[in-house]
């Protein structure tokens, strides 16, 4: 075969490969924009509401005059005055999952207010206050600066900081609530465990302290089965002493899980509150006013 039938060949060919190469092209764009799209959908199913229009309260403790109540549920549908969500100190609202959903209920209008206020961000283990934009019901929100889990010293000193400078600014703006995720637990690589302890144990010192009356949630989502668990447990760790000291053969009820309800115990102190329905945690709670 000569080069003139080669490249005559080729000549007729090639609009055949350039067709070829656009349409791989074009393949792998609409491949990525389905991987895209798939992601998308899967964060939000993930951090859908899982009861309705509300959140499931779990376990609440009674420390002092106010509770700390462990929440099962869509962070966005809380019922607070305040919500806390984690990011870092450049203040990338919108980078990491969490801050992800909550801009998306707020509004774009979040991002440009933390960014005028803080434009060269803020200092790890502190927190930056914006509007809650959108959000129903929720007056601020409080962007806490965290790091990387690099070692429980400094893991310890980072989820103590955040708490006692979130409680702080809820107090000096005259607001009684604040919902909390688990701090640094996932995609700061906290253990599930440490922070469970650590959370439980800073809010519950703070609140021994504050005579006020506050309300305090930490939420979970539903499909955190693990974390969930580890946080129940932690609960009850903490509330112990207090059962051994308020509970007696007629005040103790077990449910179909062996659980122990206290919905009719009068008694002063913590205590641990379990409930079958809203219906029974709202009977719950009438008993401790």
């Not at 009684?176 to 465990?193: D, E, W």
């Not at 974390?227 to 053969?249: A, G, M, R």
Request: charged share 20%; with cysteine.
């Amino acid at each position: 075969m000569s080069m003139r039938q080669k490249g005559v060949i080729f000549t007729e060919l090639l609009p055949s490969f350039v067709k070829l190469l656009n349409d791989k092209k074009i393949g792998i764009q609409n491949a990525i924009r389905n991987i895209q799209a798939y992601l998308m959908d899967y964060i939000n199913s993930y951090f859908s509401v899982p009861f309705g229009n509300q959140n499931k309260v779990l376990t609440v403790l009674k420390i002092g005059n106010s509770f700390l109540k462990l929440e099962v549920g869509c962070i966005t549908k809380t019922k607070a005055d305040v919500i806390v969500s984690t990011n870092s100190k450049s203040l990338n609202l919108g980078s990491g999952v969490l801050s992800k959903l909550l801009i998306q209920a707020a509004g774009n209008s979040v991002i440009d207010e933390a960014k005028n206020k803080n434009p060269n961000g803020i200092n790890n283990n502190s927190i930056a206050i914006t509007n809650a934009g959108n959000i129903s019901g929720v007056k601020y929100l409080f962007h806490a600066a965290l790091s990387h889990f690099n070692g429980e010293k400094h893991a310890i000193q980072a989820i103590e900081s955040i708490i006692n400078a979130s409680f702080i600014e809820l107090r000096s703006n005259g607001l009684t609530s604040i919902s909390l995720p688990a701090l640094g637990a996932g995609g700061f690589g906290y253990p599930s465990n440490f922070v469970s302890k650590q959370m439980i144990e800073c809010i519950t010192n703070f609140l021994k302290l504050d005579k006020n009356n506050l309300n305090v949630n930490i939420v979970l989502h539903e499909k955190e089965t693990e974390l969930i668990k580890i946080f129940e447990n932690e609960f009850l760790i903490c509330d112990k002493p207090h059962l051994k000291k308020v509970q007696s053969k007629e005040q103790k009820l077990k449910d179909s899980n062996h659980k122990i309800s206290f919905s009719n115990l009068k008694a002063k102190g913590k205590f641990t509150i379990y409930y079958k329905s809203d219906i029974e945690y709202k009977a719950a709670l009438s008993q401790l006013k």
